[in-house]
């Protein structure tokens, strides 16, 4: 994620940073194709380390299931996320959602959020926080609709509530801007879909997030499917 102000204090940002998990790279191992369904392996290298990834992608009646497992190292003990990103085309301006909300919430930041159907501008879900940083998040999500005036919308049914976000910045368009006139819109929107999200803590006034909101290394499985509507 795009440092918040907690891990740039707290001395997070600057470990991810030292570990390469801000400039992760990818390989595809391999491709396969077996009674319909579609296997994809890969690997993302970050200094020293590897991060295994598997995606099956099975057609489903209106769209396709893609189910993920990725597998941490022991030397990614405690990273900001793990799970999807995407983006789309232009033209989807409205969220749909049911999960917490309406305002923006997080892992440790998710009490009195209440679960129900929501709906916001996407230029609505962002947080314009003093400093350009990760904003904007809602958890709990178990399904989502993007829709606009004069395209097809998507829809994405979770295996299970999630942290979502939905923006039109790329976590290092975040990263990299210092004041927000500085950040330029992108036309579509960038889909975050989290098997696991750290906790925000309050490392710029207090202590860092509680041992139960951190990413642990090891195996992590999430599954979700993409349609039209």
């Known amino acids: ?31 396969r194709e077996r009674t319909g369904r579609i296997t994809v392996e890969a690997v993302y290298t ?22 993920e497992e990725a597998e941490l190292p022991q030397e990614f003990d405690d990273v900001a996320r793990v799970g999807t990103v995407f983006e789309t085309v232009a033209g989807l301006d ?18 009195g959020a209440p679960v129900g159907h929501h709906t916001r501008l996407v230029d609505e879900l962002f947080t314009p926080y003093l400093r350009p940083q990760e904003s904007g998040g809602r958890h709990g999500v178990r399904r989502f609709t993007l829709s606009g005036p004069d395209t ?3 829809r994405v ?11 039109r910045f790329r976590a290092e ?7 927000h006139d500085e950040l330029v819109p992108r036309p579509g929107c960038v889909i975050h879909l989290d098997a696991a999200h750290r906790g925000l803590g309050t490392a710029s006034c207090g202590p ?5 909101y951190l990413v642990a290394p090891g195996v992590h499985r999430w599954s979700w499917t993409l349609g039209v509507v």
């Open 157 to 167: 049914t979770l295996d299970g509530p999630r942290q979502v976000s939905v923006t």
């Open 208 to 212: 860092d997030t509680s041992p139960g």
């Open 173 to 179: 368009d975040l990263t990299t801007a210092r004041h």
């Open 46 to 67: 970050g200094g020293p380390a590897v991060v295994r990834h598997r995606q099956v992608l099975t057609p489903v009646e209106g769209g396709v299931r893609i189910d």
């Open 152 to 154: 097809r919308g998507l």
């Open 94 to 111: 409205r969220v749909d959602w049911f999960g917490q909300g309406p305002w923006e919430s997080y892992p440790d930041r998710a009490a």
């Open 1 to 31: 994620r795009a440092p918040t102000d907690n891990d740039e204090i707290g001395g997070m940002a600057r470990r991810w940073r030292d570990q390469g998990l801000d400039a992760l790279v990818r390989k595809v191992v391999s491709v």
